[in-house]
T-cell receptor, first 113, second 112 residues
């Protein structure tokens, strides 16, 4: 049973550039949440996708956007990268639109220089 | 932003000892309290979770104690092992609100 997968593993971008991160949810899951985890901190909720729509957003600017595809996979896009966007980006999945029992992927480490 | 406060920031325990990590929350509407374990280079893994209608939940060596009136909950790791060395996060979630709030994490080191 494949768990949550994310790609790429690591990414280095320059300030002002744009980046796209990808996530495939755990088999049987249809809901995807994205989190940002700064070094030494707990994850912070960015947004959640369910039925191909953004259902809820945390305290993140519009530079952060996403998409969910019919196969439930998801993308996180960040525009106009800032140095402060450097972090581990985590994807978590659940079933049936629930936010309980979230299963996390290994994350994508984004470094902005 | 932070609604869940976690302590201590770091913890060192001898093999076989008991590790205790504490969390306090502010929002009484939270109704789900999970604990996650994270190893370096990995995503958080769900360890154990509790609802506010019970005071304790045990799964193997891991126990959550929950005090609703004090708005506090804690993770106890019995017979701690070097393989338990990781960062532990408490979290809280409110029904119909998908913004799960995490504590800042506790770095646990279990010495052999």
């Amino acid at each position: 049973d494949a768990g949550v997968t994310q790609s790429p593993t690591h990414l280095i971008k320059t300030r002002g550039q744009q980046v796209t991160l990808r996530c495939s949810p755990k088999s049987g899951h249809d809901t995807v949440s994205w989190y940002q985890q700064a070094l030494g901190q707990g994850p912070q909720f960015i947004f959640q996708y369910y039925e191909e729509e953004e259902r809820q957003r945390g305290n993140f600017p519009d530079r952060f956007s996403g998409h969910q595809f019919p196969n439930y996979s998801s993308e996180l896009n960040v525009n106009a990268l800032l140095l402060g966007d450097s972090a581990l980006y985590l994807c978590a999945s659940t079933r049936d639109g629930s936010s309980y029992e979230q299963y996390f992927g290994p994350g994508t480490r984004l470094t902005v220089t | 932003q932070q609604q869940v406060k976690q302590s201590p920031q770091s913890l060192i325990v001898q093999k076989g000892g008991i590790s205790i990590i504490n969390c306090a929350y502010e929002n009484t509407a939270f109704d789900y309290f999970p604990w996650y374990q994270q190893f370096p280079g990995k995503g958080p893994a769900l360890l154990i979770a509790i609802r506010p209608d019970v005071s304790e939940k045990k799964e193997g060596r891991f126990t959550i104690s929950f005090n609703k009136s004090a708005k506090q909950f804690s993770l106890h790791i019995m017979d701690s092992q070097p393989g338990d060395s990781a960062t532990y996060f408490c979290a809280a979630l409110q029904y119909n609100n998908n913004d799960m709030r995490f504590g800042a994490g506790t770095r646990l080191t279990v010495k052999p």
